[in-house]
């Protein structure tokens, strides 16, 4: 499981990590049943705190994404992929939306908008 979390992002830590995880779960990097690392193995390896970790998880548990088992450990459930799917497209929505925001408020077109996510969506 890779996990990248950056001080530059405008999005809390915890959800860096559940997007992540979230992410890698639809595209199938993280199949039913495999085990994630602890906690705190994982706040060791992404240099966070533990509650932080804590809480990805625990909101990756509300949303039925992975599933704690006592004195095992953390699990990937069976997943829903559609209905993950459409909870992605729903959160790439708002972020579109608050991008579009502040590049209008930065003074850009709709051309030079494009023209930046083509350049950038090529590089990606």
């Not at 950056?6 to 992410?23: F, G, M, V």
């Not at 994982?42 to 704690?68: P, W």
């Not at 559609?82 to 497209?89: A, H, M, S, V």
């Amino acid at each position: 499981m890779k996990i990248i979390v950056t001080q530059a992002s405008t999005l809390p830590i915890y959800e860096q990590i559940l997007n992540q995880i979230r992410d890698q779960v639809v595209s199938g990097s993280l199949k039913e049943a495999e085990a994630l690392p602890s906690i705190r193995a994982l706040a060791r390896e992404l240099q966070v705190s533990v509650i932080t970790t804590k809480r990805a998880y625990e909101e990756l548990e509300k949303e039925g994404v992975i599933i704690s088992i006592p004195g095992k450990g953390f699990y990937v459930c069976k997943q829903n992929n559609d209905f993950l799917k459409e909870k992605q497209r729903r959160y790439l929505e708002e972020r579109f939306l608050e991008l579009i925001r502040e590049s209008k408020n930065a003074g850009m077109d709709l051309e030079e908008i494009l023209s930046m996510i083509e350049i950038l969506y090529e590089e990606g």
